[in-house]
Antibody, heavy 124, light 109 residues
């Protein structure tokens, strides 16, 4: 059974870098056909897709976050990570990791499953 | 960028009633049916209900159904159970960014 689990600091200071890791169990992130994604949800608000990474290292992300986002893989640990630089209070949110399909493998880019989420607060 | 608008913002119904939730796209979604629906309960991650506009995900009860294509989509819950009261989001995957609607809160009347 595929499971995802987010981890990382719950508190980050303004202007610093937010770093989170998603540990995947039950499937190999190197197996192809799927992307590994980050999604966030500010308190009381809706969902925002941040970006996705493929086993090859190819990434694509939401332009709303401009160039602050880096998503990478550690295949030896079956993990993928998010780095978000120059954070502000607007980056306070619950951060989820999830999987979506690769359209070139005839799999749609809907998100399933999801991790349980990890809350991150940006505050001094 | 495709913007999704969900309506109503809040829907108040009683158990046993039928719920109809709408999701409208700002432009035609690629392949017409690249739309998913999720359910989110307080303190939990979203759960995939429907993909391909009308295909139920594994384990989803058949009281949940999706329809629509192009720009107008609907999630219908035929007979509400107490556990169905939650927030529902639509998501398009026909283009990037992979946007969500703002959500519809389904509350007990």
């Amino acid at each position: 059974q595929l499971q995802l689990l987010e981890s990382g600091p719950g508190l980050v200071k303004p202007s610093e870098t937010l770093s989170l890791t998603c540990t995947v169990s039950g499937a190999s992130i190197s197996s192809g056909s799927y992307f590994w994604a980050w999604i966030r949800q500010p308190p009381g608000k809706g969902l925002e897709w941040i970006g996705s990474v493929y086993y090859s290292g190819f990434t694509f992300h939401n332009p709303s976050l401009k160039s602050r986002v880096t998503i990478s893989l550690d295949t030896s640990k079956n993990q993928f990570s998010l780095r978000l630089t120059s954070v502000t209070a607007a980056d306070t949110a619950v951060y989820y990791c999830a999987r979506h399909g690769d359209p070139t493998a005839n799999l749609g880019r809907w998100f399933a499953p999801w991790g349980q989420g990890t809350p991150v607060t940006v505050s001094s | 960028e495709i913007v999704l608008t969900q309506s109503p913002g809040t829907l108040s119904l009683s158990p046993g009633e039928r719920a109809t939730l709408s999701c409208r796209a700002s432009q035609r979604i690629s392949s017409s049916t690249y739309l998913a629906w999720y359910q989110q309960k307080p303190g939990q991650a979203p759960r995939l209900l429907i993909y391909g506009a009308s295909i139920r995900a594994t384990g989803i009860p058949d009281r949940f159904s999706g329809s629509g294509s192009g720009t107008d989509f609907t999630l219908t819950i035929s007979r509400l159970e107490p556990e169905d009261f939650a927030v529902y989001y639509c998501q398009q995957y026909g283009g990037s960014p992979l946007n969500f609607g703002q959500g519809t809160r389904l509350e007990i009347k």
